[in-house]
């Protein structure tokens, strides 16, 4: 069984720039969210997709985006890059629905972004 | 705001001992907790849950103590060993809403 995985592991961006992060989610998964974890913080929550459909969206602006393709794995999209956009990006999987259910999220290596 | 608190940045414990890891919470609507441990490099990696149905739920060294109306849990890990340094994130979620609340994490050392 593949756990989940992230490309790239590391980037380097300049503000105003777009970036594209990708996620594989674990065999089985249907659900992925994604988080941004700045240093010394928590990781905090930018959305989640279920079969394709965004399924909840925490408190981020819409240059941040999203996709899940048809074989689960999902990308975030960031327009427009900001300093403050410079964190750790993980993406989690876990087997969930839009009715609600308690899976436990499996986290992936995530992808460290830095904005000059 | 954070709904999720963890107040120690840091903790130190000798190995073979207890070590106990807090978090406090804001949002009554919340009624799952979660920690997650996590390594350098490495993403959080799920350690134990509890539903606010109960107030206890053990799995080997680790069990997680829930007190709803101090709105604080706990994490112990009896015994401590050095693999169990890592940062360890205390979560929670409300509902069908699957958004997980984290906490800033507390940094444990186990000293061998």
């Known amino acids: 069984e593949t756990g989940v995985t992230q490309s790239p592991t590391h980037l380097i961006k300049t503000r105003g720039q777009q970036v594209t992060l990708r996620c594989s989610s674990q065999?089985?998964?249907?659900?992925v969210s994604w988080y941004q974890q700045a240093l010394g913080q928590g990781p905090q929550f930018i959305f989640q997709y279920y079969r394709e459909e965004e399924n909840g969206r925490g408190n981020f602006p819409p240059r941040f985006s999203g996709l899940q393709f048809p074989n689960y794995s999902s990308e975030l999209n960031v327009n427009a890059l900001e300093l403050d956009d410079s964190a750790l990006y993980l993406c989690?999987?876990?087997?969930?629905?839009?009715?609600?259910?308690?899976?436990?999220?499996?986290f992936g290596p995530g992808t460290r972004l830095l904005v000059l | 705001d954070q709904q999720v608190k963890q107040n120690s940045p840091s903790l130190s414990v000798q190995e073979g001992r207890i070590s106990i890891l807090n978090c406090d919470y804001t949002?009554?609507?919340?009624?799952?907790f979660l920690w997650y441990k996590k390594y350098p490099a490495e993403g959080p990696t799920f350690l134990i849950s509890?539903?606010?149905?109960?107030d206890k739920n053990e799995d080997g060294r680790f069990t997680v103590f829930l007190n709803k109306s101090a709105k604080h849990l706990s994490l112990h890990i009896v015994p401590s060993q050095p693999g169990d340094s890592a940062v360890y994130f205390c979560a929670a979620m409300s509902g069908s809403n699957y958004k997980l609340t984290f906490g800033k994490g507390t940094l444990l050392t186990v000293n061998p």
């Open positions: 509890i539903s606010s149905i109960k």
């Open positions: 989690a999987s876990s087997l969930g629905g839009a009715s609600g259910s308690r899976e436990t999220q499996y």
């Open positions: 949002n009554s609507m919340f009624d799952y």
């Open positions: 065999s089985g998964h249907n659900t």
